[in-house]
């Protein structure tokens, strides 16, 4: 066969298997600008429903175990709202009894996102805090509206160990932004040490719940409080208001059924709850080596007003103590994630 022959059957050839390369590059392209669509709308999917499980998880309350998230709204189990959960824009979800043994307490939250037309869920295994109430030396139950005519000193380094993990001087249910401006526009009023850190949004104390479990301790009563230095630490309640007009000390837990009225001089190592808000008259001294937890007062009623001095400095051997005289509410925490596509 003449060279001539051949030439044309290989060009021929030659272009067949060309234009089949370039095909096939071609559907490579097209597919690989599909995938990096659906990983973006995965990643954008993925993200959303990661920031989903940090919203629900800092809105859950502190607390001891996980059964009223479970019940749901009504308190039983068994009806329609059980494991309802309070979820943001582009999020749905539940909360069930983790598989396992019940202590330590766990919940499984069963989150689904959707964003950018994509979709992407995940269950969430969330537990409790190690450490009691939330790191903070003021928990409120809600933002601080009044204005402190006093001085409030506030120190989060610890007061034993230096190297401890420092606190927050307020958490409150607002924004920290919000609470941090209520601290600026105190000015010199209220005194804020180098290692207190910045306030930090927190649902309220569950100072309801922790009363019954104080009723049912059998506590003492106001004369916990003595005159003398470093009484013995005990479980105080004291039913409706309780004003001090000596000075006094105590130590332990003190669960003021009502207004906290300061008067004369209270030095407390441990913590303090008020659950009708707090009054230091101008003559009056608050110092707290520990935790203040005041819930939101009824109408009219002080949340928290400072005449005279307040002064809080962290103790996390305080706070430890009084968490083995009554188990205290912790924060709910994050355990694990798996995704579920």
């Given at each position: 066969?003449?060279?001539?022959?051949?030439?044309?059957?290989?060009?021929?050839?030659?272009?067949?298997?060309?234009?089949?390369?370039?095909?096939?590059?071609?559907?490579?392209?097209?597919?690989?600008?599909?995938?990096?669509?659906?990983?973006?709308?995965?990643?954008?999917?993925?993200?959303?429903?990661?920031?989903?499980?940090?919203?629900?998880?800092?809105?859950?309350?502190?607390?001891?175990?996980?059964?009223?998230?479970?019940?749901?709204?009504?308190?039983?189990?068994?009806?329609?709202?059980?494991?309802?959960?309070?979820?943001?824009?582009?999020?749905?979800?539940?909360?069930?009894?983790?598989?396992?043994?019940?202590?330590?307490?766990?919940?499984?939250?069963?989150?689904?996102?959707?964003?950018?037309?994509?979709?992407?869920?995940?269950?969430?295994?969330?537990?409790?805090?190690?450490?009691?109430?939330?790191?903070?030396?003021?928990?409120?139950?809600?933002?601080?509206?009044?204005?402190v005519?006093?001085?409030?000193?506030?120190?989060?380094?610890?007061?034993?160990?230096?190297?401890?993990?420092d606190?927050?001087?307020?958490?409150?249910?607002?924004?920290?932004?919000a609470?941090?401006?209520?601290l600026?526009?105190?000015?010199?009023?209220?005194?804020?040490?180098?290692?207190?850190?910045?306030?930090l949004?927190?649902?309220?104390?569950?100072?309801?719940?922790?009363?019954?479990?104080?009723?049912?301790?059998?506590?003492?009563?106001?004369?916990?409080?003595?005159?003398?230095?470093?009484?013995?630490?005990?479980?105080?309640?004291?039913?409706?208001?309780?004003?001090?007009?000596?000075?006094?000390?105590g130590?332990?837990?003190?669960?003021?059924?009502?207004?906290?009225?300061?008067?004369?001089?209270?030095?407390?190592?441990?913590?303090?709850?008020?659950?009708?808000?707090?009054?230091?008259?101008?003559a009056?001294?608050?110092?707290?080596?520990?935790?203040?937890?005041?819930?939101?007062?009824?109408?009219?009623?002080?949340?928290?007003?400072?005449?005279?001095?307040?002064?809080?400095?962290?103790?996390?051997?305080?706070?430890?103590t009084?968490?083995?005289?009554?188990?205290?509410?912790?924060?709910?925490?994050?355990?694990?994630v798996?995704?579920?596509?």
């Amino acid at each position: 066969m003449k060279r001539g022959s051949t030439a044309l059957p290989a060009a021929l050839a030659a272009l067949v298997v060309s234009a089949a390369l370039s095909a096939a590059v071609a559907e490579l392209a097209r597919i690989e600008v599909i995938l990096a669509g659906k990983r973006r709308t995965a990643a954008v999917a993925l993200a959303a429903c990661d920031a989903c499980v940090a919203e629900v998880l800092a809105a859950l309350p502190a607390g001891w175990d996980f059964a009223p998230l479970i019940a749901g709204p009504d308190g039983r189990i068994g009806t329609g709202d059980d494991g309802a959960l309070a979820t943001p824009a582009g999020c749905t979800g539940s909360a069930g009894a983790a598989p396992g043994p019940a202590d330590p307490p766990r919940a499984l939250l069963r989150l689904e996102a959707r964003a950018a037309g994509g979709r992407r869920a995940l269950d969430a295994l969330v537990g409790r805090a190690r450490a009691p109430g939330v790191p903070a030396l003021f928990w409120l139950g809600a933002p601080p509206g009044a204005s402190v005519s006093g001085t409030v000193t506030l120190d989060g380094a610890d007061a034993d160990d230096a190297s401890a993990p420092d606190w927050a001087g307020l958490a409150a249910p607002d924004a920290p932004d919000a609470l941090d401006r209520w601290l600026a526009d105190e000015g010199a009023r209220v005194v804020s040490s180098a290692r207190t850190r910045a306030a930090l949004d927190s649902p309220p104390p569950p100072l309801a719940a922790l009363a019954g479990r104080v009723r049912a301790a059998g506590p003492r009563g106001a004369e916990a409080l003595v005159a003398g230095d470093a009484p013995p630490p005990s479980l105080a309640l004291v039913p409706g208001d309780l004003v001090v007009s000596d000075a006094l000390h105590g130590a332990g837990v003190l669960f003021v059924d009502g207004l906290l009225d300061i008067r004369g001089a209270l030095d407390f190592t441990g913590l303090v709850v008020a659950a009708g808000g707090v009054r230091v008259a101008g003559a009056g001294r608050l110092a707290i080596a520990g935790a203040l937890w005041v819930d939101a007062p009824g109408v009219g009623g002080p949340l928290l007003d400072v005449a005279g001095s307040l002064a809080l400095r962290q103790q996390r051997a305080a706070m430890a103590t009084a968490d083995g005289l009554l188990p205290l509410p912790r924060r709910p925490v994050l355990l694990g994630v798996r995704d579920l596509g």
